[in-house]
């Protein structure tokens, strides 16, 4: 302010002298408009004026820095955060007291006070908080949300049970290949009881997967082809059967029948022979053995297995009219009308078998 009264002083001191100049120089003067230098100084003077107010202005306000009144800001940045760059120094650099700035976490704040005239103006500026772009610092949420992934996951495990595995499986585990078989077989007899031809198939093919040498799943499933005359596949699984257990009477039995069907009674004769030293004690087994032999025109042989099969089932009134016939071939007339006086008391012939006795006893005369 003290600029502005010394130019105002210094227009007063002008219009005095001008007041005091003498009546000549007075008339000297235009009376008319003044003229553009004239204009232009009033002008010059009055900008000049302005720009010193607007001046004189901002120092008191603290807006422009003037020479020797700058303090020196520094303002402290956290760590991520680039440093503010200082303002060019003003030479020459005026020594002041480091201004104390606080960083409050909250949101930034400039502070000023209008200094008195002849102080350092000094502005106390609240750095902001800067989080740094490269961080991404997640927000916290309860316990209880962040675990539950994990105890769905672990839920859902627990929930899904297991398959089951076959009883049989565990029950087998521990068990021979005989013992396995022997249950795959009952569970192929069960099923076939039950009309399940299919599943009864299965279960003896499995159980002659565990043991091939296990009779009476093959006998079975034999039978099981045999019944739906597949007697081709009957054959290879019987003849199969034979090679791994040759003296296996049942299996023996079952091929030579097939065999002899086909009417290969040697090949009949040749598979009964080489099973029947297990089956003496089999009285079905003889008589069929005497009756391939028999038709194989081996009447000796025949009348040999007639009599073992006798032995065991006396009874058979069919048996007796078979040994009673090969021993009329092998000359034996005595013995072979013996053998159908036996046939024919039995009573147990069927028509047609009953009237050749009769007719054969008739000729024996």
Do not use: C
């Amino acid at each position: 302010m003290s600029l502005i009264n010394q130019v105002l002083r210094d227009l007063d001191k002008r219009r005095a002298v001008t007041a005091a100049a003498p009546a000549a120089v007075k008339t000297s003067l235009p009376s008319a408009a003044p003229n553009a230098l004239q204009r232009a100084r009033r002008w010059g003077l009055g900008f000049a004026i302005t720009a010193m107010a607007v001046v004189a202005g901002g120092v008191a306000q603290g807006s422009i820095n003037w020479p020797g009144r700058v303090a020196e800001l520094e303002v402290s940045m956290p760590v991520g955060v680039a440093a503010v760059a200082e303002a060019a120094p003003v030479v020459p650099p005026v020594t002041a007291a480091p201004v104390a700035v606080t960083t409050p976490a909250v949101s930034p704040e400039v502070k000023t006070e209008t200094p008195s005239p002849g102080e350092p103006v000094l502005v106390a500026v609240a750095a902001p908080t800067v989080r740094s772009p490269l961080i991404n610092i997640p927000r916290s949420e309860p316990k209880a949300r962040l675990i539950l992934v994990p105890d769905l996951a672990a839920s859902a495990s627990a929930l899904a049970l297991p398959k089951p595995e076959p009883r049989i499986d565990k029950r087998m585990a521990s068990r021979t290949p005989q013992e396995r078989a022997e249950a795959h077989y009952q569970r192929g007899v069960t099923a076939h009881q039950a009309g399940q031809i299919n599943d009864s198939a299965d279960a003896f093919m499995a159980a002659l997967r565990e043991d091939a040498r296990y009779a009476p799943a093959r006998q079975a499933q034999a039978g099981l082809l045999i019944g739906q005359s597949r007697h081709e596949e009957a054959l290879a699984l019987l003849h199969e059967g034979i090679t791994l257990s040759p003296q296996q009477p049942t299996l023996a039995l079952m091929l030579a029948r097939l065999q002899a069907e086909r009417q290969d009674l040697s090949a009949a004769a040749d598979t009964l022979k080489a099973a029947s030293g297990n089956a003496t004690n089999n009285a079905e087994y003889q008589g069929f053995y005497a009756a391939i032999l028999q038709r194989a025109g081996r009447h000796p042989e025949a009348a040999e297995k007639f009599s073992a099969a006798l032995r065991l089932a006396p009874a058979n009134s069919v048996w007796w009219m078979g040994l009673g016939i090969s021993l009329s071939a092998s000359d034996q007339s005595a013995a072979a009308r013996e053998a159908f006086m036996r046939a024919k008391t039995t009573g147990a012939l069927p028509p047609e078998a009953g009237q050749y006795v009769e007719l054969r006893l008739r000729q024996m005369l």
